[in-house]
Each structure stands twice: as structure tokens, then as C-alpha cells.
């Protein structure tokens, strides 16, 4: 059953080719290329991923960018902003399992099992470059490179969910929470959504945190007390404030992997 309701959504897709120059983000001009984090393509490769991008997609804060059980022409690179990865049950209740980010590659399940199998909801505006479903055997193909950062984004997706795996099942319910606070800010900062030092807001909600953590309403309120003595975070009515993410990454023992450079599309 699609329990997925899109709204705010806005696309720009460009014609073949001559149009790419009035793109708003043309690949050539990315500011994901700015990033220490990112890997910067080759002549050949910004070539062909400039042809492959159709276009621009914009949607409005808690628009539903993808959704479950549908199909999709297209994979999107996420440039602006942030959304959360969510299932539902079919009495309604939402286990989200991981975020998303600018230089995140979504769509990829749909494009490779026909239809998808979650959601993707947006936390902020949100603007994601728009590729074709249809080229993608040609990166294959022709840019061996350009599969091998598919395939290790793809594989970078699947140790972030056996990280929230192993806090759901093993860690108790401040060190999930820390964790999640730290990795989020680590990804947050690594890929330009928020400044590299100093306190900063996440746009979370205590239900976001609950459907993340496997945790009731109640007993994640609890928990951010618990944090909030400690004084590492404090929660205000726009989110989260992070007054201290080492002290958080401490609590969590988690480590910052995102220094690493990786590949993006």
C-alpha cells in the first residue's frame, strides 16, 4: 500500500543538450566540487556525468522525494540540503533508517529492482541534480571508474545501516542517541551542510529521534534530558542544538570517518 503523499515538488528537466548552460547548477560549476570531501572528476568523467544530469529537481520541506512500491526514470544526487530514509508499516508506524545528504546518491534501488523498496522524505528545501535511469549501463560500460564510486556508495550505504543496526540492538538508549547526534554533525559538517566549528541547530524533531532509535516518544524525551545535564546537547523548538559533539562521539565511541574522500556523482 503507497502511504507516500509528494508535495512541493518542482522539476527542471533541460533539453538533450544545447540548455545545459542555463542550468542553475551546471556539473561544471557543482560547489560539491568545492568540498575537500569529494573526489573531482576527470575531464572524460565531468564530460559524460554532464550529459547524463537531465536536470534539477526541487521539492519543499517534508515534500516526499521518493517513494515506496513506485517506479522511478531517475536517480538524483542530493545538492542542497538533507531528508531522512524511512519504511512504513501498514498501520502507519515509521522506522527511519538513515539520512541523506548533499553528495548521497538516491534512487539506486529503484532503478536496479524496478520499483522502490523505502521512502525518502525531505527535512529541508532540498534541490538534487536529476540523472537518467536509462544511461546508467553506459557509466557502466564506458566509465569503469564512475561504477567503481557507484558501487562504493553503495557499499558505504550498507555500513551506515549495520552501524543503526548495531545501536538499535546493542547499544543502550544515551549512547544511540549520542551516536546518531555525532554522526549526523560529522556528516553534516564534512559535506558543507553546517559550519565546521561552533554550536550549531539540526532541524530534528523528538519523533524523527524516536523513529530513528526504536525508542517511544517518551523514552527518547528522557534520554535528551539525560544528555541535556551533561550539557552536550539542547533541544529548542527548531531541533537539536550540539553543544558538544566530542563529548557526544566520546559517550557513543564512535570515530569520524568522514575526513576520508570519497566519490560523488
Not at 75 to 103: A, C, H, S
Not at 215 to 222: A, D, F, G, P
Amino acid at each position: 500500500m503507497n502511504l507516500c503523499r509528494p508535495v512541493g515538488v518542482e522539476m527542471t528537466v533541460m533539453p538533450n543538450d544545447p540548455a545545459r548552460s542555463t542550468r542553475k547548477y551546471p556539473c561544471e560549476r557543482c560547489p560539491l566540487r568545492r568540498r575537500k570531501l569529494f573526489r573531482d572528476f576527470t575531464g572524460e568523467e565531468l564530460a559524460f556525468v554532464s550529459s547524463f544530469k537531465r536536470g534539477e529537481l526541487s521539492v519543499d520541506k517534508g515534500a516526499t522525494v521518493l517513494c515506496e512500491g513506485t517506479m522511478t526514470p531517475h536517480l538524483y544526487t542530493v545538492l542542497e540540503g538533507w531528508g531522512f530514509r524511512y519504511k512504513l508499516l501498514p498501520d502507519g508506524r515509521r522506522q527511519i533508517v538513515n539520512f541523506v545528504m548533499p553528495g548521497d546518491l538516491v534512487g539506486l534501488q529503484g532503478s536496479l529492482m524496478d520499483e522502490m523498496h523505502h521512502s525518502i522524505e525531505a527535512l529541508s528545501p532540498m534541490t538534487l541534480c536529476v540523472f537518467e535511469r536509462g544511461k546508467l549501463m553506459t557509466l557502466y560500460r564506458e566509465h569503469p571508474e564512475l561504477a567503481y564510486d557507484v558501487t562504493w556508495l553503495a557499499s558505504r550505504e550498507e555500513c551506515m545501516l549495520d552501524e543503526n543496526l548495531l545501536s538499535i540492538g546493542r547499544r543502550s538508549a544515551l549512547e544511540r542517541l549520542a551516536y546518531l547526534v555525532a554522526f549526523l554533525i560529522g556528516r553534516a559538517r564534512a559535506s558543507g551542510l553546517v559550519p565546521d566549528k561552533g554550536p550549531f541547530v539540526m532541524a530534528l524533531t523528538q519523533q524523527h529521534v524516536a523513529d530513528t532509535l526504536g525508542l517511544s516518544l517518551v523514552h527518547t524525551n528522557k534520554t535528551v534530558r539525560r544528555l541535556a545535564d551533561r550539557k552536550l546537547l539542547r533541544w529548542r523548538d527548531g531541533g537539536c542544538e550540539v553543544l558538544d559533539a566530542d563529548g557526544l562521539a566520546e559517550l557513543a565511541g564512535w570515530e569520524n570517518d568522514e575526513a576520508r574522500q570519497r566519490p560523488f556523482l
